[in-house]
């Protein structure tokens, strides 16, 4: 039962332009949505959050939306540089719970 | 400053040992979870300890896997009988201990052991 989804294993991206990467739930009662980035052998890195009385929340490049009708977020990276190159991974908790669900992730490219 | 740490950062096993992972919270932070990613799958949830007491152990497997965190030293995670399904990342992450009332605050991770079981 895959309650946080993330359907593009893979994205590549032109330096400089915009990365859009996107995250499915289920669950209804999610109420805080977090993005994390991944390099190789390396832990998760916390990136951006959002709770579920927002629907926008920006933090630099970054940007986290947030669509609860349709159940779906989606990180906005501009413009993307090529350290950016990393696995994202969106993840969800409920009621600010320690327990994070977490999506399969997405490997993002940017190409020089 | 340290963050979370975790030791050994590699670890190799032959079916039927038994594997410790060790795991060491950020300064302040008396709240340990666990987490396991196997390959090409996302991090999935395993168990949540504070200080000689578990909270929420409701992704451990029901067999050969436990877990502590003792008053003293760092929380160990322990699979015994190791088979190959074993073999994964396994992360821990801590939080301090009033991270419910401040609700949204991320957990900080490690880099991981990961595990191989040969």
């Known amino acids: 039962d895959q309650q946080v989804k993330q359907n593009s294993p893979s994205l590549s991206v032109q330096e400089g332009r915009i990365s859009i990467l996107n995250c499915d739930y289920t669950n209804s009662m999610f109420d805080y949505f977090l993005w994390y980035k991944k390099y190789p052998a390396e832990g998760p890195t916390f990136l951006i959050s959002i709770s579920s009385i927002k629907d926008k929340n920006e933090d630099g490049r970054f940007t986290v939306f947030l669509n609860k009708s349709a159940k779906h977020l989606s990180l906005h990276i501009v413009p993307s540089q090529p350290g950016d190159s990393a696995v994202y991974f969106c993840a969800a908790s409920e009621g600010g719970a320690q327990k994070l669900v977490f999506g399969q992730g997405t490997r993002l490219t940017i190409n020089p | 400053n340290a963050g979370v740490m975790q030791n050994p950062r590699h670890l190799v096993r032959r079916r039927g040992q038994e594997a410790r992972l060790r795991c060491s919270p950020m300064?302040?932070?008396?709240?340990v979870y666990w987490y396991r990613q196997l390959p090409e799958e996302g991090l999935k949830f395993m168990v949540y300890?504070?200080?000689?007491?578990?909270?929420?152990e409701s992704g451990m497997p029901k067999e050969r896997f436990s877990a502590e965190f003792p008053k003293e030293g760092p929380s160990i995670l322990r699979i015994q009988q190791v088979v190959r399904g074993d073999s994964a990342a396994y992360f821990c992450?801590?939080?301090?201990?009033?991270?419910?009332?401040?609700?949204?605050?991320?957990?900080?991770f490690g880099n991981g052991t990961r595990l191989t079981v040969t």
């Open positions: 992450a801590s939080s301090p201990p009033d991270r419910m009332a401040i609700a949204g605050t991320p957990l900080h």
């Open positions: 300064k302040g932070h008396s709240h």
């Open positions: 300890l504070q200080k000689e007491n578990i909270i929420d």
